[in-house]
């Protein structure tokens, strides 16, 4: 049974920083592409970035690129999300999510079968 779990969320202030990690169970990691995904209030949930399948290559979204980064570690099988610079914009809820054999992953929801509850991220002086 595949099992994703997110954490580190939590209340920010702008500029701050987070490091969101994804536990997964049940799965072959480097099997699958993991993305991240964000939900703010009352919007769709949108893609953040992402980590292939079976290598390091990422993809991130215009208003991530050069804040935020993901990486993975297999041994752990956890999959980590560092947020840096952070703005009010960037509240919502993470969700991490998998996509088997996704080799070039993507950053919008379809590809993706199996979705964690999602971790509360707050950014707010």
């Known amino acids: 049974q595949v099992q994703l779990v997110e954490s580190g969320g939590g209340l920010v202030q702008p500029g701050g920083s987070l490091r969101l990690s994804c536990a997964t169970s049940g799965i072959a990691l480097d099997s699958y592409a993991i993305g991240w995904f964000r939900q703010a209030p009352g919007k769709e949930r949108t893609g953040v970035a992402c980590?292939?399948?079976?290598?390091?290559?990422?993809n991130d979204n215009a208003s991530a690129k050069g804040r935020f980064s993901v990486s993975k570690d297999l041994a752990k099988n956890t999959v980590y999300l560092q947020l840096n610079n952070l703005e009010p914009e960037d509240t919502g809820v993470y969700f991490c999510?998998?996509?088997?054999?996704?080799?070039?992953?993507?950053?919008?929801?379809?590809?993706?079968?199996?979705w964690g509850r999602g971790t509360q991220v707050t950014v707010s002086s």
């Open positions: 980590i292939s399948a079976g290598s390091d290559r990422t």
């Open positions: 999510a998998a996509e088997l054999f996704g080799v070039d992953c993507a950053i919008v929801p379809r590809p993706y079968s199996d």
